[in-house]
């Protein structure tokens, strides 16, 4: 999240965010704090004995990394529908001024504090997809970020579509996966396939292994676990092998390459570290990070002030160092930015907007067919609970993003489902 205030003004009234998103970051919170007592700053998840050395993992011929925009971003916002009258007049206050747009076409544009990634967007590297989301809407945070990251409808298993496209290979190392942030992994790489969660690339540790006595108690610790066959001794022995893995990355030159600047705050060192990892080239083939707070009942505010200013800014400011530090690696790296729900097409009298259905998705980097937008738009309704209805199912655009650059059946990620793709992303070279 970005680190710049908001000033508001005196017509726009302060509130909290909704109590059913604050609950679900209290409880993730809590979480983290119960796994990192226990494993230390490192925790790995799943079953799946490392069957050989992590650190000999060959580099993996393409790399993902979604990005979850906690909080139900405004894809209205974001990339905004000039050409639907409905949009202005639902939005007397909020509205971004059509003349203010970036790479505007006879419908959308880019909300102007997106301006960092203009340069991917024009050289084909970004694309949006709106009137995306579930198949039904769900104005539960918790619940959405569920539903969106099993992806597996009425399916009792929590199993995270991510945790099913690792499955699918015969490399059981938990540095296949690695969610970024929080120390906690989300739903979608939940599941029977190893993977691991870190705050950062330096917390990759294990607790109480560091100093004089750091070989001595290494060396303890393996004999403790080593020969154990319970699903501790298994993920202990994941733990050591993803220390090793990481221990080079961890020791190394932490700076940005290529000249690239990350703006301060959660989402700027979550990328720059999600860099540190694909520069390693150690094997990781999915990466996730968060960006949290986009729940905006309050203070969405105009193209001086607000919250979706400084969050679109930071979200593009990030985006755009990140693949400045990769460099020549974004050949085989995908982004996908995508959010649980969208928002109301009116705006509130708090100069927010209230829970919604559809939204928008961006792809930037390998594969994607960039420079324009996709989707069926389905047109906007002002009325007071009036949505932007969902077009595109998102397991649309992520079923495309698995067979093109993964080269797998995607019926094997998302069970049940079939839908046509959108031609946004490229297949993969082999």
């Not at 990481?246 to 860099?275: C, E, K, Q, R």
């Amino acid at each position: 999240m970005n680190d710049m205030t908001t000033s508001f003004p005196a017509s726009a009234p302060m509130a909290d965010c909704c109590d059913d998103f604050t609950r679900m970051r209290l409880s993730r919170r809590a979480l983290m704090g119960t796994a990192a007592g226990l494993a230390g700053a490192a925790v790995v998840y799943g079953g799946a004995e490392v069957r050989a050395s992590a650190a000999g993992l060959a580099p993996a011929p393409s790399v993902l990394v979604v990005l979850s925009l906690r909080g139900a971003a405004d894809g209205l916002s974001l990339v905004v529908p000039h050409a639907d009258p409905v949009y202005y007049q639902a939005r007397p206050r909020i509205a971004v001024p059509a003349d203010q747009l970036l790479a505007r076409d006879g419908m959308f544009g880019l909300h102007p504090s997106l301006a960092p990634l203009l340069p991917l967007w024009q050289a084909g590297k970004v694309a949006a997809v709106h009137a995306t989301g579930l198949p039904a809407p769900n104005r539960s945070h918790f619940a959405a970020m569920e539903e969106i990251e099993d992806a597996s409808a009425g399916s009792a298993q929590r199993i995270g579509w991510l945790n099913r496209l690792i499955g699918l290979d015969a490399i059981t190392s938990p540095v296949q996966a690695v969610g970024l942030g929080s120390g906690v992994l989300p739903t979608s790489l939940s599941g029977p396939a190893a993977a691991m969660a870190a705050e950062s690339v330096d917390g990759i540790s294990i607790a109480g292994t560091d100093g004089s006595s750091a070989a001595g108690r290494r060396a303890s610790l393996a004999t403790l676990w080593n020969k154990d066959t319970s699903v501790l001794g298994r993920a202990a022995r994941d733990t050591f092998a993803s220390v090793d893995t990481f221990a080079p990355i961890a020791a190394g030159d932490d700076t940005p390459a290529n000249g690239a600047v990350y703006p301060s705050g959660d989402l700027g060192d979550s990328l720059a570290h999600a860099a540190r990892i694909v520069r390693g080239d150690l094997g990781v083939q999915v990466i996730t990070v968060d960006q949290g707070d986009w729940d905006m009942h309050t203070g969405v505010g105009t193209l001086e002030w607000g919250r979706m200013k400084d969050n679109a800014g930071g979200l593009a400011s990030s985006l755009a160092a990140f693949f400045t530090d990769i460099g020549p690696l974004a050949d085989k790296v995908t982004v996908v930015a995508l959010s649980e729900f969208g928002r109301r097409v009116a705006e509130n009298a708090n100069y927010g907007l209230d829970h919604g259905y559809g939204n928008v998705m961006f792809l930037a980097g390998a594969g994607v067919v960039g420079g324009r937008y996709y989707g069926t738009w389905p047109g906007l309704v002002n009325t007071e609970d009036g949505d932007l209805t969902v077009t595109t199912d998102y397991r649309a655009v992520l079923s495309e993003v698995v067979r093109a650059r993964f080269s797998v059946d995607s019926s094997q990620v998302f069970p049940g489902f079939s839908g046509a793709g959108l031609g946004v992303v490229a297949p993969r070279a082999t």
